[in-house]
């Protein structure tokens, strides 16, 4: 069967998004019968309001580029902080 990207309204935020082939045939796989009703921002939203809330985030400054930033986690004084830009490109070079 083939797939073609669908255009779909997020029952929560009312935006449109996009049902892509490839979603849909994942879903076709898993045996899922019903289509996304919410897009990834809200589903993602609603998966971290039913693990406990919403994380802190921590302010801080790119120790490569000098970007404000926010980080899930509380950083140690000892250890440099990356925006997600730089730690990309710094986890992309080790490899």
């Known amino acids: 069967m083939a797939f073609e990207d669908k255009t779909l309204t997020c ?3 009312g935006k449109e998004f996009i049902f892509t082939a490839g979603e849909q045939e994942f879903f076709a796989e898993k045996g899922f019968e019903h289509e996304p009703q919410r897009c990834r ?3 993602d939203k609603r998966r971290r309001s039913r693990d406990g809330g ?3 985030m921590y302010q801080v400054v790119c120790a490569a580029c000098g970007k404000e930033t926010e980080v899930p986690f509380q950083p140690k004084d000892d250890r440099p902080v990356y925006c997600r830009d730089c730690f ?3 986890r992309a070079a080790a490899y």
């Open 41 to 43: 921002d809200c589903r």
């Open 54 to 56: 919403e994380r802190q």
């Open 88 to 90: 990309n490109k710094k």
């Open 11 to 13: 029952k929560d935020c």
